[in-house]
């Protein structure tokens, strides 16, 4: 299994610009999540889904759209870019049912510059 | 507002010593406490504790949870150099369908040779 994976690496925007970070997950789990990582502020959660067709706002949702049409891609698209939106993304999934919920497996990250 | 403070923040510390991060919260609907290691890439899982005074252990790393007190400590015995790393606490909640993780700021440890 290659796990979760995400594209691209890095990227670098300016602002204004609209792009779309992929994720995808071949472990046929239910929910995935999006965060963001900021220096000193741990991960914060933009958006989730608990399967296909189902996605829900976290804590930091403005500027961000997701949606999921399969239980394997869940792609986050930045609308117009803006230099607050320059952080890390990871994107995250678990199996749904009992405690495995909580145990997310995180994909290596994305690297968003906005200038 | 549901929050996760760690600390400290950051600790350098040199082969052999051993250390504790500490984990504090106060989020409602509990339903786990997990930490994760993360080494200038995605976070790895560490632990899961659910029960309070159930000591998790895996090699010289141990982790126990306190829910009367509303906090964690994760030790790391003999520490070595490959230990670097952020040390991330996060609390799942119930939250809709399932859980949603609620993450500290971190603790950066730096362990020199």
């Known amino acids: 299994n290659a796990g979760v994976t995400q594209t691209p690496k890095f990227q670098v925007l300016k602002t204004g610009q609209s792009m779309t970070l992929q994720c995808a997950q071949d472990?046929?789990?239910?929910?995935m999540s999006w965060y963001r990582q900021d220096p000193g502020m741990g991960l914060r959660l933009i958006h989730y889904?608990?399967?296909?067709?189902?996605?829900d706002q976290g804590e930091v949702p403005n500027g961000y759209n997701v949606s999921r049409s399969t239980t394997e891609d869940f792609p986050l698209r930045l609308l117009s870019a803006a230099p607050s939106q320059t952080s890390v993304y990871f994107c995250?999934?678990?199996?749904?049912?009992?405690?495995?919920?909580?145990?997310?497996?995180f994909g290596p990250g994305t690297r968003l510059t906005v200038l | 507002e549901d929050k996760v403070v760690q600390s400290p923040l950051s600790l350098v510390v040199h082969e052999g010593d051993t250390v504790t991060l500490n984990c504090s919260y106060e989020?409602?609907?509990?339903?786990?406490l997990l930490w994760y290691k993360q080494e200038k890439k995605a976070p790895t899982f560490l632990f899961m504790l659910t029960s309070s005074g159930i000591e998790k252990k895996s090699g010289r790393l141990s982790s126990i949870l306190d829910k009367k007190e509303l906090f964690s400590i994760l030790n790391i015995t003999a520490t070595q150099t490959g230990d670097s790393a952020v040390y991330l606490c996060a609390v799942c909640k119930v939250y809709n369908q399932g859980g949603k993780l609620i993450f500290g700021q971190g603790t950066e440890l730096s362990v020199k040779p």
């Open positions: 472990m046929n789990h239910e929910y």
């Open positions: 889904s608990v399967g296909a067709g189902i996605t």
């Open positions: 995250a999934s678990s199996p749904r049912g009992g405690r495995s919920t909580d145990t997310q497996y």
């Open positions: 989020v409602t609907n509990f339903r786990s």
